[in-house]
C-alpha cells in the first residue's frame, strides 16, 4: 500500500491558471512538508506543518498555499501559475516536527506550466 | 544562508568498484548532516545520518564520516551492485528547536553502476 500518496503524478498548467496538489500520507506521522525540484535547482524545502499547524514557510511567494483539513491531509494550492513554478513537488512527513531520520517523501508531482 | 555542495553532477562505475561521492557543507555551528538516495520515480530515502565531528554514519553498506575541520560528509562504498544505481544527495538540518526541520540538498549525483 502507498504510504504517502500524491495527486496527480503529472500535471500540465497554463500561465496564469491556478492548480491544488494533493498529498495524503498513511504512516501515522504528525508532520508534513512540501520540497520542490526544479531542473536549475536542487531540492528545495518549501513548508512544514505539525498537527496542521504551519511551523515554516520558506517559500517567499503568496501565490503558493498548502491546506490542511485533517492531520494526514497537506495540499498545494498555487495560483497565477508561471512557468518558472515547472518543477516536481514532493509531500514528505515525519513522524514529529524535525525528525528528519523518519523523513518519508511521496514520489511527487511533476508540474509543467505553458 | 546554508549551503551543500556536491562536486560530482555523475558517476559512472563497474560492478565491485570502490564509490566515492564528496560533499562538502557551508554552514555554522555543527548542523546535522545526511545522505538521501532516490530511485527512478520515487522520492527521496533517508539513508543515514550523522551529527557530531568524526561521527561516521553508516547504511546498506554506504558510509560517510562527518569531518568538521574539512567541512565534509563524502559518501563511500567498498563495492557497488547494479541496484545502487540512483541519485544521491547530500543534506544539512538547520537544527532549529533541536530537530531538523527544514533540510538543505546537494545538487545530487547520478550513481550508473554498469554489470
Known amino acids: 500500500d502507498p504510504k504517502i500518496i500524491q495527486k496527480p503524478k503529472y500535471l500540465v498548467a497554463v500561465t496564469g491558471s491556478e492548480k491544488i496538489l494533493i498529498c495524503e500520507q498513511y504512516?501515522?506521522?504528525?508532520?508534513m512538508y512540501w520540497y520542490r525540484q526544479s531542473a536549475k535547482k536542487p531540492l528545495e524545502f518549501m513548508f512544514s506543518?505539525?498537527?496542521?499547524?504551519?511551523?515554516d514557510n520558506q517559500t517567499a511567494s503568496s501565490r503558493f498555499q498548502p491546506q490542511s483539513s485533517k492531520k494526514n491531509h497537506l495540499d498545494l494550492q498555487i495560483t497565477a501559475l508561471k512557468p518558472d513554478d515547472s518543477a516536481t513537488y514532493f509531500c514528505?512527513?515525519?513522524?514529529?516536527?524535525?525528525?528528519?531520520?523518519?523523513?518519508?517523501f511521496g514520489s511527487g508531482t511533476r508540474l509543467t506550466v505553458l | 544562508g546554508d549551503s551543500v555542495t556536491q562536486t560530482e553532477g555523475q558517476v559512472a562505475l563497474s560492478e565491485e568498484d570502490f564509490l566515492t561521492i564528496h560533499c562538502n557543507y557551508s554552514?555554522?555551528?555543527?548542523?546535522?548532516l545526511f545522505w538521501y538516495v532516490q530511485y527512478p520515480g520515487e522520492g527521496p530515502q533517508f539513508l543515514f545520518r550523522?551529527?557530531?565531528?568524526?561521527e561516521k554514519g553508516s547504511s546498506r553498506g554506504f558510509e560517510a564520516t562527518y569531518n568538521k575541520e574539512t567541512t565534509s560528509f563524502h559518501l563511500q562504498k567498498a563495492s557497488v551492485q547494479e541496484s545502487d544505481s540512483a541519485v544521491y544527495y547530500c543534506?544539512?538540518?538547520?537544527?532549529?528547536?533541536?530537530?531538523?526541520?527544514?533540510?538543505?540538498f546537494g545538487q545530487g549525483t547520478v550513481l550508473s553502476v554498469i554489470p
Open positions: 550523522a551529527s557530531r565531528d568524526k
Open positions: 554552514a555554522s555551528g555543527y548542523p546535522a
Open positions: 506543518y505539525s498537527y496542521q499547524k504551519l511551523m
Open positions: 543534506a544539512l538540518g538547520d537544527g532549529a528547536t533541536g530537530g531538523n526541520n527544514k533540510l538543505t
Open positions: 504512516l501515522g506521522h504528525n508532520a
Open positions: 514528505a512527513s515525519s513522524q514529529d516536527w524535525g525528525d528528519a531520520e523518519t523523513l518519508y
